[in-house]
């Protein structure tokens, strides 16, 4: 469920803000990104009742839909084995992560 995956996403980011290792960064990446792909599938209770087709599901659609693109440019870098610049892009995850949450959390 989204508690889960959310669960998921707060551990690979704590592994990709750490890891010295590549192989380990890019696969918390690649869990991160199953994590948000299930999400994207789920409602959040706020959104409970409201149509698919909803301003809102479509607003929290695009939030999941950034956070994807973010971990992208950081895997990017990460298999690139630039892990510092992986680690300051991952910065911007957060922020996503927060102005999200204020909207649907
Ligand atoms: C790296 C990014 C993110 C992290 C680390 C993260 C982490 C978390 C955590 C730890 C929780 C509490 C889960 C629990 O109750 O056990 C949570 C809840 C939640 N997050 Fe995120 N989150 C991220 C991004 C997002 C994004 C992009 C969205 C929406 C587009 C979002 C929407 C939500 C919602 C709706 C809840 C409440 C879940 C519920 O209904 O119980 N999160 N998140």
């Given at each position: 469920d989204l508690e889960q995956d959310m669960d998921m996403l707060k551990g690979g980011l704590r592994v990709v803000m750490k890891t010295?290792?590549?192989?380990?960064?890019?696969?918390?990446?690649?869990?991160?990104?199953?994590?948000?792909?299930?999400?994207?599938?789920?409602?959040?209770?706020k959104l409970e009742g409201q149509p698919a087709d909803s301003a809102q599901v479509k607003d929290f659609h695009a939030g999941?839909?950034?956070?994807?693109?973010?971990?992208?440019?950081?895997?990017?870098?990460?298999?690139?084995?630039?892990?510092?610049?992986?680690?300051?892009?991952?910065?911007?995850?957060?922020?996503i992560r927060d102005s999200n949450h204020k909207k649907f959390r």
């Open positions: 010295d290792d590549r192989a380990e960064m890019t696969r918390a990446l690649g869990d991160m990104r199953k994590a948000a792909q299930d999400a994207r599938t789920q409602t959040p209770d999941i839909d950034s956070l994807i693109a973010q971990i992208n440019v950081v895997d990017k870098l990460a298999q690139a084995n630039n892990l510092d610049g992986a680690k300051a892009e991952a910065k911007k995850l957060t922020d």
